[in-house]
């Protein structure tokens, strides 16, 4: 669900202080390009910050400690802010890509920097409304291999969707349709993947992470949590346009910290 809405009053807490978080960046950004140019997608201007900085900032309200980010297009730009403006209670290291290698090829790419067991993985292009140590929770009640943050949208047409069975844990998954019309589970970008998970995607020669590993995985093999009802795409002109509103000074969670 994409508009306006107030992010929840999560508390602030360090669930995520031992879990290194890893940070998809490594796109050439093309369907955004027509609005950012050569401003690669981690820097996109959001209420007069980058949209960097209201994910560092959200990411830490859970404790998060240590981020990688997997650079590409335009790394060098994304560097440089983060000379400028360093984050602060943040260890954040950088590592870029020599081309774009595809989600997994760039988990494979960053693996010796992924340290911890499990570690949070995203989309650098996407914002999920999600109680992370809730996620954090149900991966490691679940016995899955990896868990994965879906949400639930009014007109699924332009996500793939996720099939899970009664107890939550994912069945399956189905491409994109456009000519799909109703309200589906999707895949919000979210993912806890385990150290020995991690592994054997470095040894294999996977290009997408969702295509060629999740895809593939027997039913049951992967665990989600449904907790997330919004979250944003900030990938193409539309979606990057309501930015603003999903963003504004008093739904930040250094705000609500402020406030409470």
Do not use: W, Y
């Given at each position: 669900m994409i508009g306006s809405f107030a992010l929840p009053s999560f508390p602030r807490t360090t669930c995520l202080q031992s879990v290194?978080?890893?940070?998809?960046?490594?796109?050439?950004?093309?369907?955004?390009?027509?609005?950012?140019?050569?401003?690669?997608?981690?820097?996109?201007?959001?209420?007069?910050?980058p949209y960097l900085s209201h994910l560092l900032d959200w990411?830490?309200?859970?404790?998060?400690?240590?981020?990688?980010?997997?650079?590409?297009?335009?790394?060098?730009?994304?560097?440089?802010?983060?000379?400028?403006?360093?984050?602060?209670?943040?260890?954040?290291?950088?590592?870029v890509e020599p081309q774009p290698l595809g989600t997994a090829?760039?988990?494979?790419?960053?693996?010796?920097?992924?340290?911890?067991?499990?570690?949070?993985?995203l989309n650098g292009d996407s914002f999920a409304d999600a109680d992370l140590c809730a996620f954090l929770t149900r991966y490691r009640t679940s016995g899955a291999q990896g868990a994965v943050l879906c949400a639930e949208v009014a007109d699924a047409g332009r996500y793939g969707r996720v099939l899970l069975d009664e107890r939550?844990?994912?069945?399956?998954?189905?491409?994109?349709?456009?000519?799909?019309?109703?309200?589906?589970?999707?895949?919000?970008?979210l993912y806890l993947i385990s150290a020995a998970f991690l592994d054997?995607?470095?040894?294999?020669?996977?290009?997408?992470?969702?295509?060629?590993?999740?895809?593939?995985?027997?039913?049951?093999?992967l665990t989600a949590f449904t907790?997330?009802?919004?979250?944003?795409?900030?990938?193409?002109?539309?979606?990057?346009?309501?930015?603003?509103?999903?963003?504004?000074?008093d739904n930040e969670p250094n705000a609500r910290t402020r406030k409470s």
């Open positions: 290194d978080v890893f940070v998809l960046a490594g796109g050439l950004g093309t369907r955004i390009r027509p609005v950012l140019g050569d401003v690669p997608k981690l820097l996109a201007p959001i209420r007069g910050r990411l830490k309200h859970f404790g998060a400690r240590r981020i990688v980010l997997g650079l590409g297009h335009r790394a060098e730009a994304v560097i440089e802010h983060l000379r400028d403006h360093p984050p602060a209670d943040l260890d954040i290291d950088t590592v090829g760039a988990l494979r790419f960053a693996r010796p920097q992924l340290r911890s067991d499990p570690v949070l993985v939550g844990m994912i069945n399956g998954f189905v491409e994109k349709d456009p000519a799909f019309r109703g309200t589906a589970i999707i895949n919000a970008g054997n995607i470095a040894a294999s020669t996977a290009v997408s992470l969702e295509r060629d590993v999740f895809e593939r995985l027997p039913a049951g093999a907790g997330c009802a919004r979250f944003i795409d900030i990938g193409t002109p539309e979606s990057l346009a309501l930015a603003d509103q999903v963003f504004g000074a």
